[in-house]
């Protein structure tokens, strides 16, 4: 029996991650062959200091990546299919614009306030900040979104809160010393080099609930396509099923957001291109696809962002443009 589209995909999109992986393990300030980097991974070498460097340094960051990677790809796949809308991101509901503010006000708040030397400020991070203005949203987002019938109205809440958002951080800018500036900027171009191996397993808790929970929402996101109304007559419950996915989404993407800063256009660019690729529309082979190929993007990025020394988010925005492009080009829209 040959082998479906769909398998195929699937196969050749197992082996180029597993690939990319190993390059990403293999790729930094000084190139590995592959064969020390095996040996570091099994224990087998020799070599202490390389052992550190792939176990302790690469391979988490590589970890990093897959799981920025897959959070973002899913939440803008459940982001366009609720929404109904192509341009849709997973900053669509505000939860980037409320970790970065979080972040603002630890970076250049607190020391407009004098408050920098307070042991129980310093000991919750730019991390915990991200992830306190997130959850912010998340709950104002999860109450508002139960009490609104039209899909419209959660939009342009999500709008307001970014423009809101966007506002209080420039007057924090507009306020704040160079020094403070700076070190908010670097947040602001993202990074996946800042994740010790404690946070990451925190992230890496927080992510696969997040996708637990995307993976439980697969049957209302088909039926979601067709519209609410609709998803409504086939005995969905809308406002349930629509607070799972935005749960998910604001838990996936305000723990990137938090731990590695905004990175744009990947979690807007897959989910086009995995429905060109795989040539289907069923979530049940959509958000698998998006999964890997969110690991793969974001190990690109990764790879090239070591080796040209540039923050990832300016990677993924120069990758994810083009792409963007060619579906448009694809689809004929």
Not at 74 to 79: A, H, I, K, N, T
Not at 122 to 134: D, I, L, M, T, Y
Not at 159 to 170: D, F, K, R, S
Not at 218 to 235: D, F, P, R
Request: aromatic share 6%; with cysteine; charged share 10%.
């Amino acid at each position: 029996m040959p082998m479906t589209r769909t398998a195929l995909c699937f196969l050749l999109l197992v082996l180029s991650t597993a690939g990319l992986f190993l390059l990403d393990l293999m790729t930094g300030d000084v190139t590995l062959p592959a064969a020390d980097v095996w040996a570091a991974l099994t224990g087998s070498g020799d070599d202490a200091l390389t052992a550190h460097i792939v176990r302790s340094v690469r391979l988490v960051r590589g970890v990093v990546a897959v799981l920025v990677g897959l959070s973002l790809s899913v939440s803008g796949l459940q982001m366009q299919t609720v929404f109904r809308n192509p341009l849709a991101d997973p900053y669509l509901l505000g939860v980037s614009s409320g970790a970065s503010l979080g972040v603002a006000l630890f970076i250049l708040g607190i020391p407009l306030l004098g408050l920098s030397g307070a042991p129980w400020l310093q000991s919750v991070g730019v991390a915990g900040a991200g992830w306190v203005g997130s959850a912010a949203i998340l709950l104002g987002v999860a109450f508002i979104s139960r009490r609104v019938k039209n899909i419209m109205g959660v939009l342009i809440l999500g709008v307001m809160t970014g423009y809101v958002a966007g506002a209080l951080i420039q007057v924090l800018q507009y306020l704040s010393a160079a020094e403070q500036l700076k070190l908010f900027t670097l947040w602001s171009m993202g990074s996946l080099g800042q994740v010790t191996e404690t946070k990451l397993w925190v992230m890496l808790a927080v992510v696969t609930v997040g996708l637990v929970l995307a993976v439980a929402s697969i049957k209302a996101l088909n039926l979601l396509l067709l519209g609410e109304q609709y998803a409504s007559t086939m005995g969905l419950d809308v406002r349930r099923s629509r607070s799972l996915i935005f749960l998910s989404t604001m838990l996936l993407t305000g723990t990137v957001t938090a731990f590695c800063g905004p990175i744009g256009f990947v979690g807007l660019a897959i989910p086009h291109l995995a429905r060109v690729v795989f040539g289907n529309a069923d979530h049940r082979v959509l958000l698998p696809a998006c999964v890997g190929m969110g690991m793969a993007a974001m190990l690109v990025c990764d790879i090239l962002s070591k080796a040209f020394v540039l923050p990832v988010n300016c990677i993924a925005a120069l990758l994810g443009v083009p792409v963007i492009v060619w579906v448009i080009v694809k689809v004929g829209w």
